[in-house]
């Protein structure tokens, strides 16, 4: 898997759009909070949950195979055994990674989205990632186990 820093660092840099399957629209769900976060921080979210019209103000889309643009990263809200299906539709659509959350551990669709050339993170949450390697967690007195006197070049401060 790519969980080394350097990577998650590049994944997290080069991934500006986001299809985000199970996002919900309920405010409380961590799905909403970690893609409201990465919105925020200027990242295309497209949600993908075919109970919903429109989350976070975006179009909903019922499945990867519906969305009519690039997509980077898939990342995945859904339960582990429903991974292998969802490696599928990330290869066909031309993704470049498989994002599974905390606590979604697939070892076969990672290996077979491996197998297709895409970088892939299992069971980490994207926001918390984000806010580890770009600033915002360490503010707050989390260790971070990264130590750097350098700021990333694309930090906005």
Avoid at 41 to 70: F, T
Avoid at 93 to 109: S, T
Avoid at 125 to 147: D, M, Q, S, Y
Wanted: proline share 4%.
């Amino acid at each position: 898997m790519n969980e080394d820093i350097n990577t998650l660092r590049r994944i997290l840099h080069q991934s500006r759009t986001i299809a985000v399957v199970g996002l919900s629209a309920n405010w409380w769900r961590p799905s909403y909070f970690a893609a409201k976060y990465m919105q925020e921080h200027g990242y295309r979210i497209i949600p993908v949950n075919p109970q919903y019209q429109e989350v976070l103000g975006e179009r909903c889309y019922p499945g990867l195979r519906d969305i009519p643009e690039k997509i980077d990263m898939v990342d995945c809200f859904r339960r582990s055994e429903e991974i292998g299906a969802l490696a599928d539709d990330a290869v066909a659509i031309g993704a470049k990674v498989l994002w599974m959350q905390l606590g979604v551990i697939n070892h076969e669709a990672a290996a077979k989205a491996h197998a297709a050339g895409l970088d892939v993170v299992m069971d980490r949450c994207v926001k918390i990632e984000h806010a580890r390697l770009f600033g915002g967690l360490n503010w707050a007195g989390v260790n971070t186990k990264v130590i750097s006197a350098k700021r990333p070049r694309w930090l906005p401060y």
